[in-house]
């Protein structure tokens, strides 16, 4: 447990109940002189994130962005902390599944805009004068180069895997090998803008048609399509094209950005990629981690079948 006598006692917390735990991070709510808060703790092997949502909190209030007003932070005893306003939602996870069709629709056109909002809230000054999206001290914005991320997360994640006989059975050795050349071909967005990167249904909050996006511990800059990629294979799955039609209309109408298609399958390739990557990297997954694999794993086949397919048409046509 994270959360220590020394912060308790400094900030006068009462009526104290936990959120989320999980590893090196814990969320609790707390009465603070009768206003309620939330507590986000941070371990020290995750300094990082915490400096992370830190940074990024601090440069989105200014912005009056849909997010968490930050009140406090700092350090008690090795364990960094970020006391934020109370927002009385709750997870959209867990009542989209449950709308009617129509509504489902109409919900995601508004998260398609609350997304582009987001992404465009900080301009290019705002971007080279943060701290949230740099990984070492020599970062700089103009030298920056999101075709390197890229190779590097794909680089990453090729190297943690441990791919099964049922795995290769499947050709995900291959689609790996593909996903690799299209990232080694890859153009320089025309525009780099912030990056929630785990922008999924779990972490935004909802209350009477209100949003409220939260976790930005992995918050970063690059292509603002990439942002689109993870919900639409995590939430709603990659088959469900009226879903994903909504959701992009959502993001060219608030952005005025046309989507690449093409770019988005391959985006949504990599999350597939990062995904088995991280079950792979577990120690001993458990069930719901195997699940989680064998989703990516399909996803990835369907993905790479339907692009190959897109193309050979394309040549007929041609």
């Known amino acids: 447990m994270l959360l220590n006598e020394s912060l308790i006692d400094s900030r006068r917390l009462s009526d104290i109940r936990s959120v989320s735990i999980r590893h090196g991070v814990e ?16 371990s020290k ?24 007003k930050l009140l ?11 006391i934020t306003e109370w927002w009385e939602g709750e997870p959209l996870s867990h009542t989209f599944h449950n709308l009617g069709y129509q509504n489902k629709l109409e919900t995601l056109v508004s998260l398609g805009g609350l997304l582009g909002e987001l992404q465009f809230d900080l301009n290019y000054n705002d971007l080279a004068t943060s701290d949230f999206w740099k990984r070492s001290a020599d970062d700089r914005i103009d030298t920056y ?7 590097k997360i794909v680089a990453k994640c090729t190297k943690r895997l441990r791919l099964t006989e049922e795995d290769l059975l499947d ?54 399509m990439y942002d689109l990629a993870k919900m639409t294979w995590v939430d709603f799955g990659v088959e469900e094209r009226p879903f994903i039609d909504a959701f992009v209309e959502g993001w060219e109408r608030q952005t005025k950005v046309k989507v690449d298609l093409a770019l988005l399958t391959f985006y949504q390739l990599v999350y597939c990629l990062a995904s088995i990557s991280w079950v792979d990297k577990l120690p001993n997954p458990n069930d719901d981690n195997l699940l989680f694999r064998n989703k990516a794993r399909s996803t990835m086949k369907y993905l790479f079948n339907k692009s190959r397919c897109n193309k050979m048409t394309c040549s007929h046509e041609s």
């Open 72 to 82: 406090e932070f700092g350090e008690k005893k090795g364990t960094s902390f970020l």
């Open 171 to 224: 050709g995900i050795d291959v689609i790996v090998d593909q996903i690799i050349t299209e990232a080694s071909q890859m153009n320089e967005p025309n525009q780099i803008t912030l990056l929630h990167t785990d922008y999924t249904l779990r972490n935004i909050l909802t209350r009477d048609c209100e949003f409220l996006i939260i976790d930005f511990e992995s918050v970063m800059i690059g292509d603002p």
């Open 45 to 68: 092997d995750k300094k990082d994130n915490y400096q992370h949502e830190n940074n990024i909190l601090q440069q989105l209030s200014k912005k009056n962005s849909k997010v968490p």
């Open 27 to 42: 969320v609790y709510q707390a009465n603070d002189s009768g206003h309620k808060v939330a507590i986000k703790l941070f």
């Open 145 to 151: 180069t999101w075709v390197n991320y890229v190779e």
